[in-house]
């Protein structure tokens, strides 16, 4: 097969394809060849594409052995990694026998294994530690206080807080599996949002009261239709007024805002808009982008103190990229934080 043919096959080929001859040098190389890695390809030598011990040993025994090598390579730059995985098939040209090389991007599969172990890890992080201190006030219910009443009340006191925790995280663990598995779903019923938005108001006016925070609601209109899940989002309103209430408590009031946006840039359309702001002490810049992964918290001993299970803003978000919504987070130090939900409106049935 002459090469002319071999490179019309070849780009055909949605993957990373590279032919390499006896010389080492490339014969052939794909549009997708070229677009892994930035350049032209043909006429330079193997060691000029990558310079990568697995690579040229993966061409050297193709050549020599005529036999399929196979490898995984990971390539560092631009503060990432690159994983891929390499086949090197010979073939016969019709300059002689030659090594095709296939590449897959097996990067995002990296990306999904890591975040699959840090989840467990995760997860096991933050059940080991009440589970250890139950198992320590157990024990010393059963030894040395188990004749001392004040004792055994402080230690049942803090049992049943350690209990609670497990309870919410497994709870918030069930409710993100649950908004993931429906997250392609996207909802089809319309509602208006305002009473939603109500009730969650309601549901926290004790917890705000207890907390010297006052609860403020302006509404821009008397009905905000969308289409949504209403269970789903009295849980976005639910986590997002709480979190303000204890972590943004210290500014004695909690506004909320809902509003119509004529046309929203992003989602090209109208949208229905809520604000869920605090006056507190704020968040720094550097954890925004961070705020909605799973049990990333600003301040992990505050969080935990407060009852948090690090879960919420990703149930959120989750919920949100459901209802093809968007979630927006604004923050200043000293100056509180802003929570924006801005969901579609979607055509009317």
Do not use: W
């Not at 990971?74 to 503060?79: A, C, K, N």
């Not at 006030?137 to 350690?162: K, S």
């Not at 663990?173 to 969650?200: N, Q, T, W, Y």
């Not at 990229?321 to 409106?345: A, M, Q, T, Y």
């Amino acid at each position: 097969m002459d090469t002319p043919t071999i490179r019309s096959l070849i780009d055909a080929v949605p993957i990373a394809l590279v032919l390499v001859g006896q010389d080492h040098r490339v014969l052939a190389a794909n549009p997708a060849a070229a677009e892994l890695f930035g350049v032209p390809l043909e006429g330079k030598s193997a060691s000029a594409v990558l310079r990568h011990p697995d690579f040229l040993g993966s061409i050297d025994a193709c050549l020599a052995e005529n036999r399929k090598q196979s490898a995984r390579l990971v390539l560092t730059g631009s503060g990432r990694e690159t994983h891929l995985g390499l086949t090197a098939t010979p073939v016969v040209t019709a300059i002689g026998r030659s090594a095709l090389v296939a590449f897959e991007d097996l990067t995002a599969q990296e990306q999904t294994f890591a975040m699959r172990r840090d989840f467990v890890a995760n997860v096991s992080h933050e059940l080991r530690t009440p589970l250890t201190a139950l198992v320590g006030f157990i024990e010393t219910l059963r030894g040395a206080a188990r004749d001392d009443p004040a004792a055994r009340e402080r230690f049942l006191g803090i049992m049943d807080r350690e209990a609670g925790r497990m309870i919410r995280l497994v709870s918030d663990l069930l409710s993100l599996s649950r908004v993931e598995a429906e997250e392609r779903r996207r909802p089809a019923e319309r509602i208006d949002i305002l009473p939603v938005l109500k009730s969650a108001l309601a549901t926290h006016r004790e917890q705000a009261r207890g907390a010297g925070v006052e609860l403020v609601l302006v509404a821009h209109g008397p009905a905000f239709e969308v289409k949504a899940d209403a269970d789903q989002m009295t849980q976005v309103f639910h986590n997002l007024i709480e979190n303000a209430i204890k972590y943004g408590g210290a500014g004695g009031r909690v506004d909320v805002r809902i509003d119509r946006v004529e046309r929203d840039a992003v989602l090209r359309g109208p949208a229905v808009q809520i604000e869920v702001e605090d006056h507190g002490e704020g968040i720094d810049p550097l954890h925004l982008p961070r705020l909605t992964e799973r049990f990333y918290r600003v301040d992990s001993d505050r969080s935990r103190e407060k009852g948090g299970t690090g879960l919420g803003l990703a149930i959120v978000k989750h919920i949100v990229n459901r209802h093809r919504g968007r979630l927006r987070i604004d923050s200043e130090l000293g100056k509180g934080s802003r929570f924006i939900v801005i969901l579609p409106v979607g055509s009317a049935d």
